[in-house]
Each structure stands twice: as structure tokens, then as C-alpha cells.
């Protein structure tokens, strides 16, 4: 149904990359202080992008699929792998003060205390790379539960499990926006 030459593919790319970053400094997320804020629960900003960004990215991910413009491609359900990675994941981007996708998007911008952050991402990109046959055998082999989707696991279909991330979204929004409201009020 959309058909995208290689070539055009080529150009469209670097477009969507500008116009993410775009959205993400319109957003304010590329600011350090907004995503620490976050962390110490003072300012919501990051965690509403990012749960819009989930909602609306997985209903359209759902949608090409039922349309048959895209397919799953799933990989094993690691949790050992998912546990690790996020422990490291949140430590990292504690001290950091960025994620990888705001830490380069602010590296771009010109904010050159993320380019310190860049580095070590690439850091840990080769040393990933250079353990990953030991990982395999370890870290990622605990807790597998293989090619399994939570459909699989709940036995629901896909679209009321998005149904419930959108409905939980809205409520997470709307708790957010009340105790927002009421500290306003009251500081």
C-alpha cells in the first residue's frame, strides 16, 4: 500500500531523524534538567512524551500489520537480558541525565555535555559486541522464555491489549495532570 523506493527510502530517513529530533526539543526532553527532574518525580514532561510515543507507535505498528504493510519480527523474550539491560538502562541514564535517542538528539543540538554521554554509548556498543557470545550463554539464556508475545501470554487479543495501554495512558495522564494541578495550587 505504500511502496517506497530504496533510493527515496534513503532521503525519507534523515527527514523522519530531523523531524523526531525536531519533536523531541519542541517536547523539551532534550533538556538535562527536564529528564532529571523526571527522575527525582518533579516533572512529568518525559514520562507523558514517552507514554504517547508507546501508545501511538504500537496501535500504528498494530494497524500496518492488519493491513499486511508490516509483519512482526519477534526475538526471544529474555528476561534476564531485559532485567540486566534495564538496571543498566536506568542507572546509565540516572547519572547521564539522558537516554540514548535524547542524549544524541542533544549532542546535535550543539549541547556538548552530551557528546561525553555519546562516547560512552559507543564505549558500550563495542564491549556488547566483544561479550556477546559469553552473554549469550549466560545472561541471556536465564529466564528465556522464548518467541512469546503477551498475547501468547494472556491469551487476549492484541488489539485489547492495546485498548487497556491506551485506557491505562489516559488515566496515567489524568492522575499526572490532577497532582500537577494540585501542586500548583498549593506552592
Known amino acids: 500500500m505504500f511502496p517506497v523506493a530504496k533510493e527515496t527510502a534513503l532521503w525519507l530517513a534523515p527527514l523522519f531523524g530531523l523531524a523526531f529530533g525536531w519533536l523531541l526539543e519542541r517536547g523539551r526532553v532534550l533538556d538535562y534538567n527536564v529528564i532529571v527532574n523526571q527522575l527525582r518525580l518533579r516533572d512529568f514532561t518525559v514520562l507523558k512524551v514517552m507514554l504517547t510515543a508507546v501508545v501511538v507507535g504500537g496501535i500504528g505498528v498494530f494497524v500496518l500489520v ?3 504493510e508490516a ?3 519477534l526475538r526471544d523474550a529474555n ?3 531485559v ?3 534495564g538496571l543498566l538502562f536506568g542507572v546509565g541514564m540516572a547519572i547521564y ?3 540514548p535517542g535524547t542524549g544524541l ?3 546535535a543540538t550543539g549541547r556538548t555535555h552530551a557528546l ?3 562516547l560512552g554509548m ?3 556498543a563495542i564491549a556488547y559486541a566483544y561479550a556477546f557470545e559469553w552473554l549469550r550463554g549466560t545472561v541471556l539464556a536465564w529466564w528465556n522464555l522464548g518467541r512469546v508475545t503477551l498475547a501468547d501470554i494472556t491469551g487476549q487479543p492484541l488489539w485489547v491489549l492495546y485498548a487497556v495501554l491506551a485506557v491505562v495512558a489516559l488515566g496515567v495522564f489524568a492522575a499526572i495532570e490532577r497532582w500537577e494541578a494540585g501542586r500548583r495550587t498549593a506552592g
Do not use: K, S
Open 79 to 81: 528476561m534476564g537480558g
Open 66 to 68: 492488519q493491513m499486511g
Open 83 to 85: 532485567v540486566l539491560g
Open 71 to 73: 509483519r512482526w519480527h
Open 122 to 124: 559507543i564505549a558500550g
Open 105 to 107: 538528539a542533544a549532542a
Open 97 to 99: 541525565g539522558y537516554c
Open 116 to 118: 561525553v554521554g555519546v
